[in-house]
């Protein structure tokens, strides 16, 4: 098997492995970042959000061969020693969770978001969630969070 | 001094060691059986247990959910963890502050009463002492019973509890962490499992030596219909179990009655009165009734469910996001052939829950590979499917209710009749592993017969059922249906759903056919003046009745969980263009003492939400015996785009008990979304999900 190299939160990375593996696993299983969520595995769901390059994709159905020599960023991203991203400071703030589960890839989304769009309107933020599923019902909690992450202003690249 | 209440879970657990170890590392360990399952009960513990302590929150240590670590308590359910599991917290808490105030005031040479305590250090009159828990706790039998000691503190003296404080848990989940999904012990194998199309569909044919050839490296685990894969790699099991799919064929199902009405008039249970209360046929007055539906509702889960086991020397390790770990460590035992003493049950937390799902299923499956691997832990993660169609439902129900209305306005009788499978069935319990796969193995383990929760225990078909509104004239029943093939178990308020939905329905009809502000009637005929005061609160939030604008209307809906839990009155506005939008929901809600107010305001939004999202959309396919739903494009649930303004306001009352509130939203959610539809179009839809074409069939 070829290696397979590429970028994980700044870190240059390779792996060894068939190049069909969905991203998801190499991410969880070899590279032990466990925080990107197997939700419906079948990208329904967007519990595996991750950005590529910037942009928002559920590392599910993303085989690890597509990502060679890109960028990718996952909620580990978000917390970078004892930095918390404004993001992940205003959900914890606006306790914008139930079971927490989703978290991960909406906190991804909200990223992409605000690097495309910085002050995200309230009907962006809707707009940019609108895929991902949250079952406990926190969806309210968590656009009042993003809200507030986007009019700190301060928002980390 | 008036006798101090005991609490359920201190029966079998009675000292305070069971609840609390003072441990050298100058932290607390607070031990309980209720567990996180998203509802926030792991903070609320620790602030009961911190506040009696009078120790900072971050000193206690939780373990939950763990049969050899932790107290034997019943299970995460039925909105009881703070009622009782919380109760017995506080009065372990309390006691153990007291055995170790007594021990410095033996020290000090200084009456008890004159001591306090500061973050675990003893002070006396004001000035701080080198005596500290720790230093004390060697010389403290904590063998002690907790209710010789306890002396929970006046609601004056609480300083943690009744405030907000952050949950404990959600920081390191906002970060992506703490989860069963990420455990990864040493020398973790990835499992998967075949998926049998439904709960009584066997293998007719199944190519073991084709998935050989295709896989070599794959474990493959069978006995009988049960089939698995072990890999080193999660990819190549799930490769492996898509092959084993194709390589199965399997029988036929069993014909079935085409929809609950044709299979209510088929089956053999007869109904069950619950409830009679003066004679409901001799009371005199308009008749009024309603027959409503709910289908059978998924609990649909975020994330599939998941378990790691590992056999070591005979004795199986489990972890588990189950909701009862002991009612699991007995059911592992009775189907894996061991005695309860070799299986342990460990907590993880999984995606949240809202009943009885997928979760112990998962953990007798995973000890089923695992015991292939003695020495490996085995990691399994069911299917979508799985969760879906495999992992029990929600029970679809109908609910008759019909009242008698005297010419004076006031409700002379209701008779209330609820029909629906089990709504309780949890393994473990009765004698009965109800583990699904240990119904298709070479020597299958009967399925079991589901026994519906009696109304002592908060009833199951009935529970709601009983009106809290004063009528002098009752008659309750329910009947449980037997000969459906469909899996069914605890969803979120179980009954309480469907007939909160049914009564209050009613309630708006009645107040319609009387020409009463349909507010001024429950205010009219609620007693019990908590009832009464969230039913006003929630109107004044919404500004009942709310102006008059073609296609948009305001209902109300209420109950009390159980008739003995928390108190909720939901008002819900919505406006009906192509579809039914739900636009706000205002909740007032009376949980007696508030532990944490945001984690009630969390729970009741959470609630409201999620019933929303079943009352307008959610149904799952039945094709004859199976459950056809299978993925999320076939059972959509609310999006961000769907949920409403939520506005929750807690009705404080420090000085009354606790009361469960994760499950109290959900049937007045319900009520208020049908009421608010019927004022908006004047249409009654009784048969949900509110949808276009359910409105449109309502019309016609």
């Known amino acids: ?157 | 001094m008036t006798a101090i209440a005991s609490s359920p879970s201190l029966t079998d657990n009675p000292n305070c060691r069971d609840w609390i170890d003072i441990a050298r590392d100058e932290t607390v360990v607070l031990k309980s059986g209720k567990v996180e399952i998203g509802q926030g009960i792991a903070t609320a513990l620790i602030q009961i247990a911190a506040d009696e302590l009078d120790v900072a929150p971050d000193r206690v240590r939780l373990i939950s959910g763990h049969t050899a670590l932790g107290p034997l308590e019943a299970g995460t359910s039925s909105s009881l963890s703070v009622e009782t599991g919380g109760r017995a917290v506080r009065l372990a808490a309390s006691a153990v502050r007291a055995l170790l105030l007594a021990e410095a005031a033996k020290l000090l040479q200084a009456p008890a009463e004159a001591l306090s305590v500061e973050d675990g250090r003893i002070v006396v009159s004001g000035r701080a002492t080198d005596l500290t828990y720790w230093s004390l706790a060697p010389a403290v039998d904590l063998a002690a019973p907790v209710m010789d000691h306890a002396r929970p503190k006046a609601p004056s003296e609480r300083r943690l509890v009744g405030t907000s404080m952050p949950r404990v848990d959600l920081a390191a989940k906002a970060a992506g962490a703490g989860f069963i999904h990420d455990i990864e012990l040493e020398g973790m194998l990835h499992g998967r499992v075949l998926d049998p199309p439904a709960r009584d569909r066997r293998l007719v044919t199944f190519d073991e030596d084709a998935l050989r050839r295709s896989f070599p490296g794959v474990q493959l685990v069978r006995d009988g219909s049960f089939v698995g894969v072990i890999a080193e790699r999660e990819e190549v099991a799930v490769r492996a179990i898509a092959a084993a799919q194709r390589l199965a064929t399997w029988t036929a199902g069993a014909p079935v009655p085409a929809d609950l009405r044709a299979a209510i008039a088929v089956d053999s249970s007869t109904p069950e009165e619950i409830v009679v209360k003066g004679d409901v046929d001799a009371a005199e007055g308009r008749r009024i009734a309603t027959e409503v539906e709910r289908p059978y509702i998924a609990h649909a889960s975020v994330a599939p469910s998941c378990a790691i086991a590992a056999w070591r020397d005979g004795a199986l390790e489990v972890y588990s996001h189950s909701q009862g770990v002991h009612d699991l460590r007995t059911a592992l035992a009775m189907v894996l052939g061991v005695e309860s003493a070799k299986v342990v049950v460990i907590h993880a937390p999984g995606a949240g829950t809202y009943g009885h799902s997928g979760q112990d299923d998962v953990a007798y499956e995973a000890a089923l590979l695992a015991r292939a691997m003695p020495g490996r832990p085995v990691r399994l993660l069911w299917s979508r499917f799985a969760d879906f169609s495999l992992a029990p439902t929600g029970p679809g129900m109908i609910v008759n209710a019909e009242a008698k209305v005297g010419s004076d306005g006031r409700i002379a009788s209701m008779r209330i009749q609820s029909v629906c499978q089990s709504q309780v069935f949890r393994p473990g319990r009765g004698g009965t592993a109800n583990l699904i796969a240990a119904e298709r193995l070479t020597d299958p383990f009967p399925k079991g017969v589901p026994v519906d929760p009696p109304l002592a225990r908060g009833g199951g078909g009935e529970r709601n059922a009983i009106p809290l509104y004063a009528i002098p004239n009752i008659h309750v029943s329910k009947r449980i249906l037997r000969d459906l093939p469909y899996r069914t178990s605890a969803l979120r308020a179980l009954g309480g759903y469907t007939n909160v939905f049914a009564l209050e329905t009613l309630m708006d009809d009645i107040a319609a056919e009387i020409g009463v502000d349909p507010v001024a009637l429950r205010i009219a005929n609620l007693e019990d003046k908590r009832a009464a005061a969230v039913v006003q609160k929630a109107a004044d939030m919404a500004g009942w009745p709310g102006p008059r604008v073609p296609g948009t209307g305001f209902g109300i809906g209420f109950c009390q969980y159980k008739n003995r839990s928390a108190y909720c009155a939901v008002v819900a506005r919505v406006v009906c263009d192509e579809r039914v939008r739900l636009t706000h929901a205002w909740a007032a809600v009376d949980a007696g003492e508030a532990i944490n107010p945001d984690g009630i305001i969390n729970q009741i939004e959470g609630g409201i939400i999620q019933s929303a999202s079943w009352t307008l959309k959610e149904r799952v396919a039945l094709d004859g015996d199976a459950i056809a739903t299978r993925d999320w494009e076939g059972y959509p649930i609310l999006r961000f785009s769907e949920v409403p303004e939520v506005e929750v306001a807690v009705i404080a009352r420090p000085e009354a008990p606790p009361l469960g509130v994760g499950e109290a939203a959900t049937g007045p959610t319900a009520a208020a979304i049908g009421n608010a539809v019927r004022a908006a179009l004047g249409v009654r839809v009784r048969a949900l999900p509110i949808t276009r074409d359910a409105i449109v069939a309502a019309m016609g």
């Open chain 1, 1 to 157: 098997m070829d290696r397979i190299e590429f970028h994980v939160n700044g870190k240059r990375v390779g792996v060894a492995v068939d190049p069909d593996t969905p991203l998801l696993y190499v991410l969880r299983n070899d590279l032990g970042l466990k925080g990107t969520r197997a939700g419906c595995v079948e990208g329904q769901c967007m519990s595996c959000t991750v950005l590529i390059d910037g942009r928002a994709v559920t590392a599910c159905m993303e085989p690890v061969s597509a990502v060679a020599g890109r960028k990718i960023e996952t909620v580990e991203s978000l917390v970078d020693g004892g930095t918390r991203h404004p993001l992940v400071e205003s959900f914890i703030k606006e306790q914008a969770g139930q079971c927490g589960y989703c978290l991960a890839g909406i906190l991804m989304r909200a990223k992409a978001l605000m690097a495309a769009k910085p002050s995200p309107t309230r009907d962006d933020i809707v707009t940019a969630l609108d895929g991902h599923l949250c079952r406990c019902g926190a969806h309210a909690r968590m656009i009042r969070a993003i809200e507030q992450a986007a009019s700190v202003g301060s928002v980390a690249p």
